[in-house]
């Protein structure tokens, strides 16, 4: 069996969904036979999104900083309930030596599974995530579009991200979230932002989504098993 590392606290409850997904997708009889995680819920990384819109600090430092505890703590791999935080993978890899299993990559992989024939996919993350082509780059490569997304209608998902569940006000934003989804038109929608899940359950259409953060735990309790 081997270890996974958590870079976590980018948010604290995305980090707790994440884990818990991880728990629920292990087939364990007992407490002995769950995946050794290790969690570094380091919350004063810097924001991911502030920094590449230009308005905040590189969390870079940081991330690696994490990284290297976890490496030296014993984890096989790492993975970060932060969509927009994979924007750095590459650079936290070869500055850490360390393994990220990719959270948008496993989430497309899945996508395409799922819905073979979706060719317009909604990506419902941060305006960070968005700059950055987290996902748009590995959509492009696949011959997928990646739906555009009118202003209003980005700052929307950014009130439910920070105003919501960052806050701890996730209810509240229920009916903001559900009014913008239905705004948006796509063959398949992706959950690309680790706060998204906490409001899937609340959906009042049936959309095609996918969860990352699941698809994420999914990868990752089968790497974690696979020796």
């Given at each position: 069996m081997k270890t996974l590392g958590i870079i976590g606290g980018m948010g604290p409850l995305a980090t707790i969904?994440?884990?818990?997904?991880?728990?629920?997708?292990?087939?364990?009889?007992c407490d002995q036979e769950h995946i050794h995680v290790i969690i570094d819920s380091y919350a004063q990384i810097e924001d991911r999104t502030?920094?590449?819109?230009?308005?905040?600090?590189?969390?870079?430092?940081?991330?690696?900083?994490?990284?290297?505890?976890?490496?030296?703590?014993?984890?096989?791999?790492?993975?970060m309930p932060c969509?927009?935080?994979?924007?750095?993978?590459?650079?936290?890899?070869k500055m850490?030596?360390?393994?990220?299993?990719?959270?948008?990559?496993?989430?497309?992989?899945?996508?395409?599974?799922?819905?073979?024939?979706?060719?317009?996919i909604a990506i419902i993350a941060t305006s960070g995530t968005k700059k950055g082509e987290v996902y748009d780059k590995i959509?492009?490569?696949?011959?997928?579009?990646?739906v555009g997304f009118t202003n209003e209608q980005?700052?929307?998902?950014?009130?439910?991200?920070?105003?919501?569940?960052?806050?701890?006000?996730?209810a509240d934003y229920v009916g903001l979230f559900n009014k913008t989804l239905s705004q948006i038109k796509a063959d398949a929608y992706v959950a690309a932002c680790t706060e998204i899940p906490m409001f899937l359950p609340t959906l009042d259409k049936p959309y095609k989504f996918i969860d990352a953060t699941y698809e994420l735990a999914k990868f990752a309790v089968g790497y974690a098993l696979n020796d």
């Open positions: 969904d994440l884990y818990q997904k991880i728990i629920s997708l292990t087939p364990a009889k502030k920094f590449i819109m230009g308005c905040g600090n590189s969390p870079l430092d940081k991330l690696v900083e994490s990284a290297k505890r976890l490496k030296n703590a014993g984890a096989d791999a790492l993975i969509n927009t935080a994979h924007f750095f993978a590459d650079e936290i890899e850490a030596g360390v393994t990220i299993l990719h959270i948008a990559k496993i989430a497309v992989n899945a996508l395409q599974n799922a819905y073979p024939d979706a060719k317009d959509l492009n490569e696949r011959g997928l579009n990646s980005q700052n929307a998902l950014m009130e439910c991200i920070y105003s919501g569940v960052k806050a701890g006000k996730t």
